[in-house]
C-alpha cells in the first residue's frame, strides 16, 4: 500500500496534539541534541572527512574597531550578490557602498565558469559605474597608512591590481586565506564542475580572461564575515552564526584544539587561536539525535539533497515555509475528515516550495501585533478574535484562498502550526550556541552541575559576544526570545544573561574588507621576511604553499 502523508484519527483534537507533541522539544531532547553536536564538534576538529567539517580558516583573532583601510568585497550568499567597497574608519565605524545582482536559477544551477564570469561582469559594472579603474589601484582602496600602521601596497603604488576579499556562503575546505575548495554546494546552488575546484582560481581566472585588474586576495564565510564585523563594530566576539536563508557558524577556537593539524603543521607552532568554520548545516546527517518527523523526512527527500545538510533543513528560513506546508497539505487530506480548509488547498499550498518562510514571519506578525499590524495607540488591548481575524486576512492572501474558504478556526490552527516550526528551528538554534559555549569554555550544560563549576568558567562574569546575522533572527517575531529560552535551559541563566547576541552588521561586506586587509598585510610582511607589529588584531596564517603541501598530504 503506498504510503500518505495524510493523517487518520476520529478526533481533531488527538491530530492536533500529535503535531504539537512531535515540534515541542522538552528538556531533555535540548540536551540530548547539544551532547551530540559537541561530539561532532570533537570528531571535525580531530579528522577530515566529516559532514560537520570544523574548517580552519587560517584567521587567527579578531578585530577590535581600530582597524583602517578601503576595499572591495564580494558577496555571494545565496538568491543575491554583492560588490561593496567597504572602509573602517578605525574607531568601530565603517561606511559602504554597494550593488546588488541577482543570481538567477539558471546561473546556480549551470556551468560553474558561467556562473564566475557573471560574479567578474558584476565587479566590473560596479566599478565602471563608481568610476573607479579597473587599470590601477584606486588610491581609495590602499590601505590607510595611519596610527604607524604600514601601508601593505606602499611600495607597489604602480600595481595595477584591485584588492577583493571574496565571502563565499558555502562548505569551503580552507587551505589558507586565499585559497579553498568546494566542498558541497547548498541553498539550492548546484552549478556544474565546481565541487573539489579552488573557489579563488575560480574567480581570478575569471577576472583574468576579461582582463580585469583586480585580485582576490581573501576567502571568507560569511559566519566568519559575521564574526569579525560584529568583533570590529563591539570590540569583542566570540561566535559569528547566520540564521536566514541557511545556518552556520564560525567560533575563536584554540590552535591546541585542532588536532587534525598534526604536530608537525606551522599553525601548531604559532599556537594561540584561530576562527574556526563549524559548518553545522551538515551536523547529525544520520538523523541520530535530531527530532524528526515525517513532515521532515518528506522535504528531505524531496530535496536536491537529500540525506545532507540535515541540521539546516530543521532551522533555516529556506525550509521553514516547507516544512509548515507539508503539515498543513497533511491536514487538509485528514481522514476520515479534513482538518483544514474542508479539504481545499490552493495552488501555492499544493506546489513544492509554495510556502515561502516570509508568510509564517508574516502571520506571526498578525498574531502578536507588529509592522503593518500594530494595533492603533490606546487599543493595545486585543482580543483574540482580533488577533486571529488579521491572521486569517494573511492566510487568505498570501496562500491564494477565497475569502469564505477560510474559517477563523482555520487561521488558528494554521497559526499554531507556524509557530511550533519556528520555534522548534529556534530552540534547536540556541543548541548551536549553547554547544560553543561549552566547546570554548564559557559554559557547563546546566544538567550536568553548571552551578558549582560556576568559577571554573573561562571569561567568568565577563560578557560574552554573539554576532548573529539573517532574515530569521533579524526578523521573525520571537526569534531570538526562543533562542534564548533553549540556551538557558541548557547553560543556566546567569551564563545566558551574559550572552550578548548583536546584529552584525553587514557582515559579509564588513568581513570579507578585514580579510583582504589581513591578505594584503601578510603579503607585504612576507616580502620583508618580518611580521611588523600594528593595530590589526588579526595575525597573519601560515604560507600558502605550506597549508597547500599539508592538505595534499592529509589527501594522499
Not at 574597531?65 to 572602509?87: K, P, Q, Y
Not at 558541497?184 to 577576472?207: C, E, P, R, Y
Request: charged residues 20%; negative net charge.
Amino acid at each position: 500500500m503506498p504510503t500518505t502523508s495524510a493523517l487518520v484519527a476520529d478526533n481533531v483534537d488527538d491530530i492536533l496534539s500529535t503535531i504539537h507533541d512531535q515540534f515541542t522539544l522538552d528538556s531533555s531532547t535540548l540536551f540530548k541534541i547539544t551532547k551530540a553536536f559537541l561530539r561532532e564538534v570533537s570528531d571535525g576538529l580531530s579528522n577530515y572527512g566529516h559532514a560537520m567539517a570544523m574548517i580552519p580558516t587560517f584567521v587567527k583573532g579578531v578585530p577590535n574597531g581600530s582597524e583602517t583601510g578601503t576595499f572591495l568585497a564580494l558577496d555571494l550568499g545565496g538568491t543575491n550578490l554583492r560588490v561593496c567597497e567597504v572602509t573602517l574608519h578605525g574607531d568601530k565605524t565603517f561606511s559602504l557602498r554597494q550593488q546588488k545582482f541577482r543570481v538567477s536559477e539558471t546561473l546556480k544551477t549551470g556551468e560553474v565558469t558561467t556562473l564566475f564570469d557573471y560574479l567578474a561582469d558584476s565587479v566590473d559594472a560596479f566599478l565602471t559605474e563608481s568610476g573607479s579603474p579597473t587599470t590601477a589601484v584606486p588610491p581609495s582602496l590602499t590601505p590607510n597608512p595611519s596610527r604607524d600602521m604600514v601601508n601593505p601596497l606602499e611600495e607597489e603604488e604602480d600595481s595595477p591590481a584591485v584588492p577583493l576579499g571574496l565571502t563565499f556562503s558555502f562548505p569551503v575546505e580552507q587551505m589558507a586565506l586565499d585559497s579553498g575548495i568546494l566542498l558541497t554546494w547548498t541553498k539550492g546552488f548546484s552549478a556544474k564542475n565546481a565541487i573539489g575546484k579552488d573557489i579563488v582560481k575560480l574567480l581570478q581566472n575569471a577576472f583574468d580572461r576579461k582582463h580585469m585588474h583586480v585580485n582576490c586576495v581573501a576567502l571568507v564565510n560569511d559566519t566568519v564575515g559575521a564574526l569579525l564585523s560584529r568583533a570590529y563594530t563591539s570590540g569583542g566576539c566570540i561566535l559569528g552564526a547566520i540564521f536566514g536563508t541557511g545556518t552556520n557558524g564560525a567560533y575563536v577556537e584554540s590552535v591546541a584544539n585542532i588536532k587534525k593539524f598534526g604536530d608537525s603543521n606551522p599553525a601548531v607552532a604559532l599556537g594561540g587561536d584561530m576562527i574556526v568554520n563549524t559548518e553545522w548545516g551538515g551536523f547529525n546527517n544520520s538523523r541520530t539525535a535530531l527530532p524528526t518527523t515525517p513532515y521532515d523526512n518528506k522535504l528531505d527527500r524531496e530535496s536536491i539533497n537529500p540525506r545532507y545538510q540535515a541540521f539546516e533543513k530543521f532551522i533555516s528560513g529556506m525550509y521553514l515555509g516547507e516544512i509548515a506546508r507539508n503539515v498543513i497539505l497533511s491536514l487538509i487530506d485528514a481522514a476520515p475528515r479534513p482538518v483544514l480548509f474542508g479539504g481545499r488547498a490552493s495552488d501555492a499550498l499544493n506546489k513544492q516550495w509554495g510556502l515561502d518562510t516570509a508568510v509564517l514571519s508574516e502571520i506571526e506578525e498578525a498574531w502578536v501585533g507588529l509592522g503593518r499590524f500594530a494595533p492603533l495607540p490606546g487599543k493595545e488591548d486585543e482580543d483574540e478574535g482580533t488577533r486571529l481575524e488579521r491572521v486569517r486576512g494573511v492566510v487568505v492572501q498570501r496562500l491564494g484562498f477565497a475569502d469564505s474558504d477560510v474559517s477563523i478556526k482555520d487561521a488558528e490552527i494554521v497559526r499554531k502550526v507556524c509557530s511550533l516550526v519556528a520555534d522548534r528551528a529556534a530552540w534547536m538554534s540556541g543548541c548551536a550556541i549553547a554547544a560553543v559555549l561549552v566547546q570554548t569554555g564559557r559554559a557547563h550544560l546546566a544538567e550536568e552541575g553548571a552551578s558549582e563549576n560556576a568559577a571554573k568558567l573561562r571569561d567568568d562574569g565577563q560578557r560574552i559576544g554573539v554576532g548573529v546575522d539573517g532574515s530569521l533572527v533579524e526578523f521573525y517575531p520571537n526569534f531570538e526570545t526562543k533562542m534564548r529560552e533553549s540556551l538557558r535551559i541548557l547553560v543556566g541563566p546567569e551564563v545566558e544573561s551574559r550572552v550578548n547576541i548583536g546584529m552584525a552588521k553587514d557582515g559579509s561586506g564588513v568581513g570579507a574588507a578585514l580579510c583582504a586587509l589581513v591578505a594584503i598585510k601578510q603579503q607585504h610582511s612576507l616580502q620583508q621576511h618580518t611580521y611588523q607589529a600594528d593595530p590589526v588584531h588579526i595575525q597573519p596564517q601560515v604560507s600558502t604553499q605550506e597549508n597547500l603541501a599539508y592538505v595534499s598530504s592529509m589527501r594522499s
